[in-house]
């Protein structure tokens, strides 16, 4: 019943008023009903005019942006990809060596462990991210509408905090003799010291962020719910849906692609992220925080090592992509 | 359509009329204001704050004498936020890549004569302190102002001097007198045999004995430095070919390739073993602190002075910058004492010389150590500025300015080096003090003195060691690794064939 819902009579009605919308739009603005180009709808809102010809104000505008672009963000990465078959200590002239240093990192003695630590964070922000941001923004959809909105207010407002705010705060919490520690002891717990044990420094650096809402994912998955089609939600509470049924039958399909952008993004913000980690314990202690984003940094910029840490990063490029496009693939939409 | 040509060509100009300016500035094409004055950019000592801090109320008005005297020139002082001597080569060295390294910038004389640092980053001042100091009456030339020793760390090993000297800091143990009285222990250990009994002591009496703060540098590069130069003491000769009075690179790649400096060799290896030894009386959370950071620091590394001023450690080892900062702290002067480095004897090893290591750690290593940039890492050095700068040092280091500034900034904790400079000679100070000749320091991985890359795998290394995370075997494994791997770069990047040693 509840799968036949994609084919309810609602949703093609929902079509045909669209389509009714478009054209009423299209006699009054042929631009706001997006009129293709060249149409006998009007003059072309795009770069390109019919015939071949371009609008060049638009082109002359788009100068700056395309230049800036170019030099502050494309030429870097196109440098750092040919930079790691060089060795430069960033003062001497480079020295071109191939492969080497690919092979140097791939056989480095912290490269395991990296790997391993690299998953586990990746694999942790993942988790935590779906579950709780997704949890939340179900929350927030189906609260009362005014206890909705102030809830969704505080939940989002600690986004435009500093990062740096709430690592100083997690460091207080996880020190030795931290709050979380002198806690533990007054109730009678285990009280690790989180960031200087080598077996739950990595687990502390995840419990950062706790509950993990206030992110961007959140935003998208609020946004996402909110835009679900009203009529089948009106169905599924007609036919007596309940709320973990509904979730998990409706909204999780029709959300497949939030979830994919969630997920891709956060993947690549996991790999990216290593200032907690250079901050509260610098890949330590020992390698138990060490991760490939941290070494790549302080190859360049602690040992002078310019053309590895390009290597590193190459490698992390790399890895990402596949990355991103395993998971555009795994998370193809399951509705039409 | 002409309409929309000659908007085209408006919005063509106006782009390319926003792009000119910044082009024009990048490329330096914005001429300079006429006539203005030299501006000496300068790093501050670390830990310091910015130049209008207390710490550097001393610096700050010697600067404005000079101005004053000199109104064509300017000083402008950067603030040192950066936590270890690691760090700081780093971002010199990165400013130097592009030509924008300060004048004067702050360094230590390990990585300076080590040949740790890219050659040709720092000047030669040899030339001008063979001549004499102008502010000083009477003088012969500005190095007669220096003890010998002194010259000997500022030198490297091709008779350049890259880097001037301005105070010495000596170092120790400090432990809470109380704690000591009730773990039954009557007198300060002398011996690494008695130090380790005392540790035990401390813990059977229900005392956090130890820390060894492997959040940073600092206490592992000590131990290195003492137990190395300590157990190697008779073998120095086989690979010391400079003479120096601390190891440079090249000593030390020459000594791992013949095997003395190696975990093959057991006199060598004998010093990670001790260093094991302590394991068991290391605090928990060690890796989370540095002997040597910023007391303000908020995250880790965070300081270990104030564990053994809340009472959570009963020693700590530390240098005579910690004086000042304990007595300061309310109701703790006078309840802590500080006792030398203990020496390690037979009583601990066979291995053992009965070395007297005291001042191996220690040195010229307090602030006023600067060095003075090239025309390549500085493109506003000229040989004209370079005079300049070296002006502004030589009133700097007027012996009686020397001894104010350093004196202001460091109450006392760091001992102005020039004869003359006025010394303020804290109680518990003169124990520190070296009473002999200091034996050539054998200083390795953890001082940058191979490279920086080695010296930062060392302390990850270190620090799973000392965690119990590596076996004493895989760590002897990977150290000698690291050891010959270290040897190598160094080599490489210096351009020494090291198969003729």
């Known amino acids: ?336 | 359509m002409p309409h929309t040509t000659k908007r085209a060509r408006l919005a063509l100009l106006t782009s390319v009329a926003t792009c000119l300016p910044a082009i024009a500035i990048g490329t330096g094409a914005v001429p300079a204001a006429a006539s203005s004055p030299t501006v000496i950019k300068a790093v501050l000592p670390p830990n310091t704050g910015p130049i209008t801090a207390s710490d550097n109320a001393g610096l700050y008005q010697l600067t404005k004498e000079y101005e004053k005297a000199h109104p064509s020139v300017s000083v402008q002082w950067l603030p040192n936020n950066t936590s270890s001597i690691t760090q700081a080569n780093a971002t010199v060295e990165s400013q130097a890549s592009g030509g924008a390294a300060p004048d004067l910038v702050w360094e230590q004389y390990g990585p300076v004569t080590s040949g740790s640092i890219p050659a040709g980053l720092l000047q030669n001042i040899k030339p001008y302190l063979e001549k004499p100091n102008p502010y000083v009456p009477g003088n012969k030339s500005w190095l007669s102002l220096f003890p010998a020793s002194v010259i000997a760390y500022m030198t490297s090993p091709n008779g350049d001097i890259d880097i001037i000297l301005g105070s010495a800091v000596e170092t120790g143990m400090f432990y809470n007198k109380a704690d000591f009285a009730k773990a039954g222990i009557k007198s300060t250990p002398a011996t690494w045999a008695q130090f380790m009994a005392d540790l035990a002591k401390l813990k059977a009496a229900g005392f956090q004995p130890f820390v060894f703060a492997d959040g940073g540098l600092c206490n592992p590069s000590w131990f290195e430095r003492l137990a190395t130069s300590s157990l190697l003491a008779n073998e120095v000769p086989k690979f010391d070919v400079n003479h120096a009075q601390v190891t440079t690179g090249l000593d030390d790649a020459i000594g791992i390739k013949k095997g003395i400096i190696s975990m093959d060799n057991p006199r060598y290896a004998e010093v990670w073993k001790l260093l094991g030894q302590l394991r068991q009386y290391n605090y928990s959370g060690a890796a989370t602190y540095d002997a040597c950071t910023s007391q303000t620091a908020t995250t880790p590394p965070l300081d270990s002075q104030a564990l053994l001023s809340e009472g959570k450690v009963a020693i700590v080892w530390g240098g005579s910058w910690y004086i000042p900062n304990l007595n300061s702290i309310k109701g703790f002067a006078g309840k802590y004492g500080v006792f030398p480095e203990p020496t390690i004897t037979s009583a601990t090893t066979r291995y053992a010389l009965n070395t007297v290591t005291r001042g191996v750690i220690g040195g010229p290593n307090g602030n006023g150590q600067w060095g003075v940039t090239s025309e390549k890492a500085d493109h506003t050095m000229t040989p004209a500025k370079t005079a300049i700068v070296m002006n502004f040092l030589a009133w700097l280091f007027k012996p009686a300015n020397l001894g104010y500034w350093i004196n202001q900034s460091q109450k006392g904790g760091e001992i102005p080096i020039e004869k003359g400079a006025p010394v303020l000679n804290l109680p518990g100070l003169r124990s520190l003090l070296p009473t002999g000749k200091v034996p050539t320091v054998v200083d390795v991985v953890l001082d940058d003195v191979l490279t920086t890359a080695a010296t930062t795998s060392g302390l990850r290394l270190v620090q799973e060691y000392m965690d119990g995370s590596l076996s004493y075997s895989n760590f002897a494994s990977q150290w000698q690794s690291l050891l010959t791997s270290a040897a190598a770069a160094w080599a490489a990047a210096n351009h020494v064939n090291l198969s003729k040693y």
């Open chain 1, 1 to 336: 019943m509840l799968y036949l819902m994609t084919n309810h009579p609602s949703r093609s009605t929902a079509l045909v008023g669209r389509e009714r919308e478009q054209k009423r739009l299209a006699s009054v603005s042929p631009r706001m009903a997006g009129v293709p180009r060249g149409s006998s709808g009007g003059r072309s809102a795009g770069l390109w005019q019919g015939r071949g010809r371009w609008r060049p104000a638009l082109g002359a505008l788009l100068l700056p942006s395309l230049l800036l672009i170019g030099v502050f963000t494309y030429y870097p990465a196109v440098r750092s990809l040919i930079g790691g078959f060089y060795a430069w200590n960033g003062f001497s002239p480079p020295t071109y060596v191939g492969l080497a240093q690919f092979n140097q990192y791939i056989h480095s003695p912290t490269f395991g462990p990296e790997v391993v630590h690299l998953v586990i964070l990746v694999a942790g922000s993942i988790a935590t991210t779906l579950v709780s941001q997704f949890t939340a923004a179900e929350v927030v959809t189906h609260l009362p509408s005014r206890v909705g909105r102030i809830v969704k207010y505080v939940l989002v407002l600690p986004i435009v905090f500093p990062p740096l705010v709430l690592i100083e705060v997690w460091d207080y919490l996880l020190e030795p003799n931290g709050l979380i520690d002198r806690i533990a002891v007054n109730v009678g717990l285990p009280h690790p010291s989180w960031l200087s044990n080598p077996h739950t420094a990595l687990i502390g650096i995840l419990l950062i962020g706790f509950p993990w809402i206030s992110n961007l994912g959140f935003l998208i998955f609020l946004g996402g719910l909110q835009n679900l089609p009203k009529e089948i939600m009106d169905a599924a509470r007609v036919d007596g849906t309940g709320a973990l049924q509904r979730t998990f039958r409706i909204d999780v399909p029709l959300l497949f692609p939030q979830f994919r952008v969630v997920v891709i993004l956060s993947g690549i913000y996991a790999v990216q992220n290593f200032v907690p980690i250079l901050l509260l314990t610098n890949g330590g202690p020992g390698t138990a925080t060490l991760v490939p984003g941290l070494d790549m940094y302080q190859s360049a910029f602690q040992n002078d090592q310019y053309g590895y840490g390009m290597a590193i990063g190459t490698l992390l490029f790399a890895t990402m992509l596949v990355f991103t496009v395993v998971a555009m693939r795994a998370l193809r939409p399951r509705t039409h």
